[in-house]
Nanobody, 124 residues
Framework: QVQLVESGGGLVQAGGSLRLSCAAS????????MGWFRQAPGKEREFVAA????????YYADSVKGRFTISRVNAKNTVYLEMNSLKPEDTAVYYC?????????????????WGQGTQVTVSS
């Protein structure tokens, strides 16, 4: 069965860095797009970043552009989200997601598979 498992979340002070990992299994993802989303308590789930497995093309939300970097290691079926210059407003549960196709969509409904999420807390 398809599984996406996030790890690497934790507590960090503002200005610090954190790296999240998403281990994908259960199928070949070469024809998929991988995305990161986040959701804070009482707020809607929002798009963070996406990357295509085949081309490595990336797409970022304006709120994280220049601070976050999404990448993948194809041989390990793993996607990473490197987060730098973290702000308190980055605090949320971060979810890994996958969708079939090549479009790097920022819409949550476009994604077919989801991980369980990992908590990221940024203190002031």
């Amino acid at each position: 069965q398809v599984q996406l498992v996030e790890s690497g979340g934790g507590l960090v002070q503002a200005g610090g860095s954190l790296r999240l990992s998403c281990a994908a299994s259960g199928r070949t993802f070469s024809d998929h797009v991988m995305g990161w989303f986040r959701q804070a308590p009482g707020k809607e789930r929002e798009f963070v970043a996406a990357i295509s497995w085949s081309a490595g093309s990336t797409y970022y939300a304006d709120s994280v552009k220049g601070r976050f970097t999404i990448s993948r290691v194809n041989a390990k079926n793993t996607v990473y989200l490197e987060m730098n210059s973290l702000k308190p407003e980055d605090t949320a549960v971060y979810y890994c997601a996958a969708r079939y196709g090549t479009a790097r969509s920022p819409a949550a409904y476009a994604y077919d598979y989801w991980g369980q999420g990992t908590q990221v807390t940024v203190s002031s």
